[in-house]
Nanobody, 121 residues
Framework: QVQVVESGGGLVQPGGSLRLSCEAS????????MDWHRQAPGKQRELVAGITSGGSTNYADSVKGRFTISRDNAKNTVYLQMSSLKPEDTAVYYC???????????????WGQGTQVTVSS
């Protein structure tokens, strides 16, 4: 069994900062890429940032220069440091991890349950 659990969401004022964490646990052989996605009310889920096992990163244009993704491979954990937050960053943030379970040869995507981020004064 594999679990992906996010934490760190909350209410923050515009211009503030917040750090999200996402830990994968269970019978894990390896993790390829780990991504953060978000979904605002009435909108489609969108990719925010991603990071490979080697540390290569990519960001949505809307968050470049404000958000930083990083990961600790030893802890199977990915982080999203969010700064200069705007009201339009308000959304449920989801973590996705591309995982190979022990004894398996293929990778599968596992999603967390999401964590709410609200940017408001």
């Amino acid at each position: 069994q594999v679990q992906v659990v996010e934490s760190g969401g909350g209410l923050v004022q515009p211009g503030g900062s917040l750090r999200l964490s996402c830990e994968a646990s269970g019978s894990i052989s390896s993790i390829n890429y780990m991504d953060w996605h978000r979904q605002a009310p009435g909108k489609q889920r969108e990719l925010v940032a991603g990071i490979t096992s080697g540390g290569s990163t990519n960001y949505a244009d809307s968050v470049k220069g404000r958000f930083t993704i990083s990961r600790d491979n030893a802890k199977n954990t990915v982080y999203l440091q969010m700064s200069s937050l705007k009201p339009e960053d308000t959304a449920v943030y989801y973590c996705n991890a591309n995982i190979r379970k022990m004894g398996y040869t293929l990778n599968y995507s596992y999603w967390g349950q999401g964590t709410q981020v609200t940017v408001s004064s």
